[in-house]
């Protein structure tokens, strides 16, 4: 086993328009994973699947508990997953 997996998770609370997903793309950058971050709509949840080395995936879960300056985060939904193959880390629309 290669210790890859794929996380899958909803941020909910103040996490739009205070730079949450430029947050995630940075975290995600350091920690090399691959994967995606979005703002959903209702203005309250973002989205992030993110996959790569089971530890790093960990320590970005434990990072979106607070998120960036400025987010309240009240929940945090997350489940694992077989890793889908992304490449690279964006920020969809």
Known sequence: MN???R???????????VGFRAFVLQEAGRLDLAG??????G???VEVEAEGER??????LKLLYTGPLGAI???VEAEWAA???YRGFDVKF
């Open 3 to 5: 210790g890859q997996a």
């Open 7 to 17: 996380l899958v998770a909803k941020v909910h609370g103040r996490v739009q328009r």
């Open 43 to 45: 203005g309250r949840v």
């Open 55 to 60: 530890e790093r995936l960990e320590e970005l």
């Open 83 to 85: 890793p889908a193959g």
């Open 73 to 75: 985060v009240e929940r």
């Open 36 to 41: 995606y971050v979005r703002n959903l709509a």
